[in-house]
């Protein structure tokens, strides 16, 4: 590793250096023939970094084969549930945190990779990752981040020139992530595994300092990040349930301290409304469904009470019962989140009754449920209806009186199809571009990337030529699984 040509990049190191014992210093492997596949621009800036560098000079930053003086990258412990079993030692076994930069609001965020070789966590793995993988974080996060949902960014792909070993050779690639912190819920499971209840502290401080700073001035600060970590995955999965996202994995690993979606492995959107739709290859038995998200996501905020149980009080009859207690928040913070998005989506006026909502938004699930509906184009066609063109909403149910009948009741309460268009996107990436996409860049045609980027960026705002990002699979395309860790 030599140092990069750039004296004035400073690439702090306060995880590290705050909380070593979850850092093991580590350098990513070497890469044959790096090429920049896919670059964030705006977030190069964002970050202070020069594009033109980064395509450069610069790139052995985004592999992390060179790094500025004085970064420690490290390779990050932690622990997790995975599929409700408990792996005590997991953390990055491809992965690196190269260090935090600040952004040009003033923000810390990580920079880190994945894909940057074998650690000492690596286990069997190979350390490595596929071009094809890395290139679906970029969109599906980037996707994400555009349609106003928390998550890490990608900042960059870069093709390694190493080839990697999977069901076929496939060529290697490093992904560079940017996200407020990687601070999951299974980095507090692996500390209170230490029982080391000085650094399960450390770590709860370090994670109010970056995350939950309000916390710091509570009466009882550890109990106030727990509150507030229950409400921002609350709000979270929320909002995947509103656009209709798998996440896929969500095992205690990854969810985040933040509030970020994290690690998109086997994630997709759902084409057809259905609570029972799983992607994932091996989630054989829907642990990670659709419809399960946010019981998931509670049962593993209950996982992030037990690891700091000891920092809620002395006395564990005592901590457990005010774990209980504020863990009971969850359902209603996501159920007062779940059901503004649903009015905003169906462009309802402020000061409707709540019951009178509730009732047009619950009979709309389950017509779009019973009918399989394509649940992106469907939200989008009702700004359509809200016009005063109901045919193409229409078009998708089987039960047409079923469909008129609630169509008659919202049309009447006055629903604002501006704040509809705003809330319902036009493009999601659809899973059968997706695959068209990575599977030509694998090849090396980045052409089919750069127009599902292109819209996707810019999810609300139709635009002539992308009419193939606006419609749902075709039919022989039915059956459509992911893969993990590739
Ligand atoms: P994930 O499913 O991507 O969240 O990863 C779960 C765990 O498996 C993490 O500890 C990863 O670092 C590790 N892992 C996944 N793929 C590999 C690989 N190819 N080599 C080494 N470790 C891996
Ligand atoms: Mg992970």
Same mark, same amino acid.
């Given at each position: 590793m030599t140092s990069a040509p750039t004296p004035t990049l400073v690439l702090g190191g306060r995880f590290a250096r705050e909380l070593p014992e979850l850092a093991l210093p580590w350098q990513a492997v070497d890469t044959p023939d790096p090429r920049v596949l896919v670059l964030n621009e705006p977030l190069a800036t964002e970050l202070g970094l020069d594009p033109d560098w980064l395509r450069g000079d610069g790139v052995g930053l985004l592999t992390g084969t060179r790094v500025p003086d004085g970064a420690t990258p490290v390779a990050q412990a932690y622990a997790g549930h995975q599929f409700g079993g408990y792996s005590p030692r997991l953390g990055d076994g491809r992965a690196l945190l190269l260090g935090e930069l600040v952004d040009d609001s003033g923000r810390l965020r990580d920079l880190h990779l994945k894909g940057s070789g074998r650690t000492p966590f690596s286990r069997g793995g190979d350390g490595l990752a596929a071009v094809g993988p890395m290139l679906r974080e970029y969109v599906v996060s980037e996707a994400m981040h555009a349609l106003g949902i928390p998550t890490t960014r990608s900042l960059a792909v870069v093709a390694t020139g190493r080839p990697v070993q999977r069901e076929t050779v496939l060529p290697g690639a490093v992904l560079a992530r940017v996200a407020s912190s990687h601070l999951r819920v299974g980095t507090f499971q692996y500390a209170r595994a230490t029982d080391d209840l000085d650094l399960l502290r450390r770590l709860a401080d370090h994670a109010i300092a970056r995350h939950h700073p309000a916390a710091a001035d509570a009466p009882h600060p550890h109990l106030a990040l727990f509150e507030a970590v229950v409400a921002a995955q609350a709000s979270l999965v929320a909002q995947w349930m509103l656009v209709g996202f798998v996440h896929g994995v969500m095992n205690t690993d990854n969810m985040t301290i933040s509030g970020e979606t994290i690690d998109y492995g086997p994630c997709a959107f759902m084409d057809a409304f259905d609570p029972a739709t799983v992607y994932s290859s091996i989630d054989t038995g829907g642990r990670y469904a659709y419809g399960n998200q946010p019981v998931v996501a509670e049962w593993n905020l209950a996982r992030f009470a037990e690891?700091?149980?000891?920092?809620?009080?002395?006395?564990?009859?005592?901590?457990?019962?005010?774990?209980?207690? !504020?863990?009971?928040?969850?359902?209603?913070?996501?159920?007062?989140?779940?059901?503004?998005?649903?009015?905003?989506?169906?462009?309802?006026?402020?000061?409707?009754?709540?019951?009178?909502? *509730?009732?047009?938004?619950?009979?709309?699930?389950?017509?779009?449920?019973?009918?399989?509906?394509?649940?992106?184009?469907?939200?989008? *066609?009702?700004?359509?209806?809200?016009?005063?063109?109901?045919?193409?909403?229409?078009?998708?149910?089987?039960?047409?009186?079923?469909?008129?009948?609630?169509?008659?009741?919202?049309?009447?309460?006055?629903?604002?199809?501006?704040?509809?268009?705003?809330?319902?996107?036009?493009?999601?990436?659809?899973?059968?571009?997706?695959?068209?996409?990575?599977?030509?860049?694998?090849?090396?045609?980045?052409?089919?990337?750069?127009?599902?980027?292109?819209?996707? !960026?810019?999810?609300?705002?139709?635009?002539?030529?992308?009419?193939?990002?606006?419609?749902?699979?075709?039919?022989?395309?039915?059956?459509?699984?992911?893969?993990?860790g590739t």
């Open positions: 690891a700091i149980l000891p920092l809620l009080a002395e006395d564990q009859d005592a901590a457990v019962a005010i774990a209980v207690e !504020s863990l009971g928040a969850f359902r209603g913070h996501y159920s007062a989140a779940w059901s503004a998005g649903m009015r905003t989506k169906l462009g309802l006026p402020e000061g409707l009754h709540d019951e009178v909502a *509730s009732a047009v938004v619950t009979d709309l699930v389950a017509l779009v449920q019973a009918d399989h509906v394509d649940h992106t184009s469907f939200f989008r *066609s009702l700004g359509a209806a809200a016009r005063g063109d109901a045919e193409p909403a229409r078009g998708m149910f089987l039960d047409l009186p079923a469909f008129d009948a609630w169509t008659a009741r919202w049309l009447a309460l006055g629903p604002d199809a501006d704040v509809m268009d705003r809330a319902n996107p036009v493009y999601v990436p659809r899973n059968h571009l997706v695959e068209e996409a990575l599977a030509a860049a694998t090849d090396g045609d980045l052409a089919p990337l750069d127009q599902l980027l292109d819209a996707v !960026s810019a999810p609300y705002d139709e635009r002539a030529g992308l009419e193939r990002h606006a419609e749902p699979a075709p039919d022989s395309f039915a059956g459509y699984q992911t893969f993990c």
